[in-house]
Structure formats: C-alpha cells, structure tokens
C-alpha cells in the first residue's frame, strides 16, 4: 500500500469513474453478446485462423520495423538541435492525426502501381501494394509515432548526464548509444515498441486502403471482423472478444513490467 | 609526462582563464559560485567549446582555436562530479570495468582491474551492489574507483565532497589523498580544508579571471584576494599603499607591513584574523589605530565563538567575540557596531598579480 499521502478532493472520483464506465460498458455489452455455444468454433474455423495469425505476424513485424527505424529517429530528436527540428517532429507525429484512410491513400501513392516510386519499383519487379509487405508498411505507418514519442520522452526525461560520464570514461559514441542510452531508456523503449504493436494489431484504414482485403494475404483479423460484421454478427463479436483478449495478454505483462521498473530503481 | 596547459576564453560566460596543472600535481580550483569554474572544467572535459585559446594535454592539443576538437572520449581526461553518475543498470563492478573495457580490454581483465579498485578504494565487498543499494559515500567511493580505472591522464574533481554526508566527507576525503599522489589532477572546490589537504597548488577564480595562483599554503596563508581571504576564514581589505596604511576609500587600514612590502601608490591588501578584531557599541578611547564604524549582517556559532559579521563601509569584516559578548551588546542583524583591530595584528603586504600571469 501506498502512505495516505495528501489524499484527493473527493469529487475528482466521478469523472473518473464516468471514463472508467464508458470505456469499460461496450466491452461488458459486446461480452454479453458473445455465443457461447459456439464460441470455440467461430474463433478457430480456417479464416479467423488465418487472419488471427497474419494479425500476430504483421503486427511482429511492424514493430520490428518500427523499433529498428523508430529508435535512431528518437534519438535524433531527442539529443541533436538543428534547425527545422519542430517542424520535423510535427511531421514525423502527422500520422497520429491523420485519419488511417488518409495514411493509406498516401502510401498507395507513393507505392501503389502509379505511385511516385511504385513505378520505379515495377520495373525492377517489385509488387509491393496488395501484399502483406504492403499491412507491414501500413502498420508501420501509422504506429511508427507511437514508438517514436514515448521513447523522445524517456530519452529527455533521462537526460545526458549518464551519456556524458561515460563518454569522460573513455567510451565512443556507439558504446555509450550501446550500454548507456539503450539500457537507460529500455522500459520506454519496451512500452513504446508495445503501443506499436497494439496499434498495428487494431489498425484497420490505412491497411484495407493500402493492401486490400486478399484472405490470407491482407486480410487481418481487423478487417476480417469488418468483413464478417454483415454476414455472420456471431463471428464478428466473437473475433472481436479474441482480439481484446489477444490486446490484453500482450500490453497487460509490459505495462507492469514497466511500472515495477520506475518504482525499483529511482 | 602530463602537463595540462590551459588558456582559454568562453565568450558567451565571459570566462578568460589560464591555468597550468604539472605532471603528478593537484591543483585547486577555487572560486566563488559563478566564477567560471565548471566552465574550465567543461572545456577540459570537451562538453564546451571555448571561443578563443588552446587547451593541451601531455602535448596533444585537444582544443584551439584553429585546429580541429577531440572528441570527449579521446581525451584522456576523466570527470568525477559530486553527484557519482552511477550507471544504474550495471553493478558496482560492471560500472568501474566500464572505462577498461570502452578501451578495448577483454571482459576477464577489466573485471580483474575493476576489483583490484574497488579494493583501493575500501569497498571490495560491494561488487555485485547496484547503485541504488548503495549509500553515498560508498557510491562515491566506486565512482573514485570508476574514474581511476580508467586510468586518465588527467583526472577532474567537481566538488566530489560537496553532497556528501559531513559524517562521511572525510573519509572520502582521506581516500583521495592516497590515491591522487602522482597524479595529474584539477580539483574544482568550495573547501579550504580540501585545497589543504589534496592541492599543491591553489588557483583562485573570481568573476571568469583568475585572481591568484600559487603554492597552497600561502595562498591560504597570506591571500589577496577576498575570496581566498574568505576561504581562508581571515579579514582582507583590498586598495592603495599610501605610505603608513591602505587606503581603501573611505576605510584606512594601518598595519605591520609583510612580505613583499608595498610601494606607495602600488595595490597592497591588509589582513587581519577575525579573532583580532574588538567589537564595541559606543566609540571607546584607546590605542587601537584602526577603528571603523560597521553593521552587523550576520552572526554564525563558531563553538565556542560567535563569528559576527559586518559592513563597514562596502567591506565585509569578521569579528569572533564570545557568546556573552553577544548577549551584553545586544548584537543582532542591523546593529550598529565600532570594530577595533589593534595595528599589529594587521599585515599588509603587495597585492602583485598572480605569478602564473606574471610569468607569461
């Protein structure tokens, strides 16, 4: 247990528990609309399989990309200062804004067949729209910011005094980035990689947009919901029940994790 | 053989400084907060670029105004500041092996190193600790053994005292003095008693200029400069020699003349302890030749004494008297108040520039 503390005015409990209610009644309501009876068979027949397990594996491997390409970026922009760098950073935060269909149409015209390097792609033989490549990249799109915003912040609220002990101890840049900066900002960079996850789990515009809807190909467990929602309500709400608890087993672990690191070391 | 040799200027904090650190000796930075001292160390250490000027070391140069910067980690140079900087991820071994190993050496022998400091230092049992496990003079005393291991050529002391416990400050203190012997060190501090006990030399900063510059004990002993005076816990009035006393408008101040004596017109500083100065409320008659009118601004229990401190006339002037003599002369902030010192407890002596800026 937490000491008493200064306590809080008793009154900021409702609101709180208002949020707490509308976040927390749709799940209840969608629960109760599960079929019970024939839960088990909905979630595991061929196609919610399948896009279960395109889901998982894009979903990998966005954040793969993402933490590959998100970290240098945060790193950048987080302990360089050079001009333009708010703008920069607005623009690189642009895809938190705007609207996933948005992303999508973006990319399809950057990638797509006519798109400004899609052709350049087609001629070496590169097909990259309509593919899983293409729910990776959608994925990464639109989760890349998540990665990127939190790890700035932990990297700023870490600050350089570390960086700069160990630089006087005689390391190079590339060690200090190594054992000092990464080791530093792990638990930002371990919540930042699982929003992107998270968010490339349930991303669902920029991907039908972008990749189309090929079963087995593009078709993830989002748009498979979306899809079923008109023929068979049933599956929809028990492939919806199958993605929160998937939501759930991943962030649940992390988000202690991280909380058990801030309480034990400072 | 490293020498620092240091001259440089830091436009933007208007800190001109030069300053030498020979082969195996100590020197103490001393200096005001704000004197620019951190900034001399921040060159050294590379985190600073100075506008003008050229900084050296063993005969490499790592900054000037021309050539090309050294990177921080290829200084040779390693900063000990008063917080330890404990990397918190690694143990208390893995963070002294740090400085062996970011130069290459294999992990066995960087391990084998580091537990031969944390030995040196007194805490070989706490190898295995992390950083929040420790308390902090044991932390400080690992960041002791983190930095040597890295076997610097020069070695900077940032305060490395200041945030440690007064119970603990002077066993930190008594380890630095044995395992700083022969090295090249610049010990930035705020303690006489550190600059007595770990400086050979002692150079004085005030207002980004260096003010004074010499052996220890006689700048501790015969300062003049009000800070070192300061430090040094003695009275000092600083102006002009005026043939029987120091004029320092509008006070005169008439003492014994010292070593090396003034010459009329020429700066001269007189000096005078505390413990020499009488305190009166009303104007006494006597032989005294040094009598100045004063307010009380402050008073500091010194043991048995009470150390009063006044203005008089622009001049800060100590005075130590006894508890009694507080409570009978109703001595408080604000008080008006007579200081008498007695001409033969004052030395007066030239106020010659810094030897280090007199040799150049």
């Known amino acids: 247990m937490r000491p008493p503390g200064v306590g809080l005015p008793r009154w900021l409990y ?253 | 053989m490293t020498t620092l040799e240091y001259y440089a200027t830091v436009g933007a904090r208007d800190v001109s400084v030069r300053l030498t650190v020979g082969p195996g000796e100590t020197v103490a930075l001393l200096g005001p907060n704000g004197a620019g001292k951190s900034t001399v160390l921040g060159v050294i250490a590379g985190l600073l670029a100075p506008t003008a000027g050229q900084v050296t070391l063993g005969g490499r140069t790592l900054v000037s105004a021309t050539g090309p910067v050294v990177a921080p980690h290829r200084r040779d140079v390693a900063l000990l500041a008063q917080d330890p900087l404990l990397f918190p991820h690694l143990t208390a071994l893995e963070n002294v092996a740090f400085g062996p190993r970011a130069r290459g050496v294999r992990r066995p022998q960087a391990r084998a190193t580091a537990r031969l400091w944390l030995d040196r230092v007194g805490v070989a049992d706490l190898g295995d600790r992390r950083p929040h496990q420790l308390s902090g003079g044991q932390a400080q005393r690992v960041a002791v053994a983190r930095a040597l291991a890295a076997d610097p050529a020069l070695l900077l002391l940032d305060e490395p005292m200041a945030a440690l416990d007064v119970a603990v400050a002077p066993s930190v203190r008594q380890l630095l003095r044995e395992v700083l012997v022969d090295r090249s060190v610049l010990l930035v501090t705020h303690e006489p008693l550190d600059a007595l006990l770990l400086a050979d030399r002692v150079v004085v900063v005030d207002g980004g200029r260096v003010v004074e510059d010499g052996p220890t004990t006689e700048v501790l002993t015969r300062p003049r400069s009000v800070f070192a005076a300061r430090i040094a816990g003695l009275n000092l009035v600083a102006g002009t020699w005026d043939g029987s006393g120091v004029a320092a408008a509008p006070l005169v101040v008439r003492g014994m003349t010292g070593d090396p004596a003034p010459a009329r017109a020429e700066e001269a500083v007189a000096v005078f302890a505390p413990n020499a100065v009488s305190v009166f409320r009303d104007t006494p008659t006597g032989s005294p030749r040094n009598a100045f009118s004063a307010v009380v601004t402050d008073l500091e229990p010194l043991g048995d004494r009470v150390r009063v401190r006044t203005e008089a006339s622009g001049h800060r002037l100590a005075a130590d008297v006894t508890p009694a003599a507080v409570a009978d002369l109703g001595l408080g902030p604000g008080a008006t108040v007579q200081l008498m010192v007695k001409a033969t407890e004052v030395t007066i002596y030239a106020a010659s520039r810094p030897t280090a800026f007199s040799a150049r």
């Not at chain 1, 988000?255 to 400072?266: D, E, I, L, N, P």
């Open chain 1, 14 to 266: 409702l609101p709180a528990g208002l949020g707490a209610v509308f976040v927390l009644l749709p799940l209840a309501a969608m629960v109760s609309r599960v079929d019970g009876t024939h839960l088990v068979a909905l979630i595991t027949s061929p196609s919610s399989r399948e896009a279960l397990w395109l889901s998982l594996r894009t979903s990998a491997a966005s954040t793969l990309v993402c933490v590959v390409l998100g970290v240098p970026m945060a790193v950048v922009l987080a302990r360089t200062d050079f001009r333009g760098q708010a703008a920069a950073r607005s623009l690189v935060l642009l895809p938190l804004v705007v609207p996933p269909v948005v992303s999508g149409i973006a990319l399809l015209y950057t990638f797509g067949r006519r798109g400004l390097l899609g052709h350049a792609l087609h001629v070496v033989g590169v097909e990259v729209a309509f593919t899983s490549v293409a729910v990776v990249m959608a994925q990464t799109f639109v989760a890349l910011p998540f990665l990127v915003i939190s790890l700035e912040g932990a990297l700023r609220t870490a600050g350089q005094r570390y960086e700069v002990a160990a630089a006087t101890l005689g390391a190079s840049p590339s060690t200090v980035f190594r054992r000092v900066t990464l080791p530093l900002v792990l638990p930002g960079l371990v919540s930042g990689a699982v929003l992107a996850f998270a968010r490339s789990l349930g991303e669902f515009g920029a991907t039908i947009t972008f990749a189309g809807s090929l079963a087995g190909t593009t078709r993830t467990l989002p748009i498979q919901i979306y899809l079923e929602r008109f023929d068979d309500p049933d599956a929809a709400v028990a492939l919806s029940l199958l993605l929160v608890v998937v939501a759930v087993l991943v962030i649940a672990p992390a988000s202690r994790a991280t909380v058990r690191h801030r309480r034990g070391t400072r």
